[in-house]
């Protein structure tokens, strides 16, 4: 689902057939029901990035256990999207991992060296939770 036509046919285009993913482009509208079938759902939007505490506007009651629902955000790592997804009983993914990834990517380009991903991902929750 994107408000951009375009880019949401492309990028269904550019998933679909990985690995026997079926994607297909829906457009945006408040409420949204999700389809059923679908197995993998993901927030890539900035909906819920601190300081909003808000969630993207769909129809939760899709959201099933089985479910993978997945937000890109990390900040909060426990969004209101996945809270309401864990409710459900949908196995989650914060966007904590995404975010570590990337910069262990640019660590290695510029040591050379594998990047310390727990203690990266650590140091994340602390400055996420305040701790």
């Not at 129809?59 to 955000?73: E, L, N, T």
């Not at 262990?104 to 939770?129: C, D, N, Q």
Request: charged share 25%; net charge neutral; proline share 8%.
């Amino acid at each position: 689902m994107n408000r951009d036509q375009a880019r949401g046919r492309a990028l269904a285009e550019r998933v679909a057939g990985i690995g026997g993913t079926k994607a297909e482009y829906a457009p945006w509208s408040p409420g949204y029901r999700i389809p059923e079938g679908v197995d993998i759902l993901a927030n890539a939007t900035s909906i819920g990035l601190f300081p909003d505490p808000g969630r993207p506007d769909i129809d939760y009651s899709a959201i099933r256990a089985g479910m993978v629902v997945c937000d890109v955000i990390p900040n909060p790592p426990r969004s209101a999207f996945l809270k309401e997804a864990e409710e459900r009983g949908a196995k989650t993914l914060d966007g904590l991992g995404m975010l570590v990834n990337q910069g262990a990517i640019g660590f290695k380009l510029w040591t050379g060296l594998e990047a310390p991903t727990t203690a990266m991902r650590g140091a994340l929750v602390r400055e996420f939770s305040g701790t």
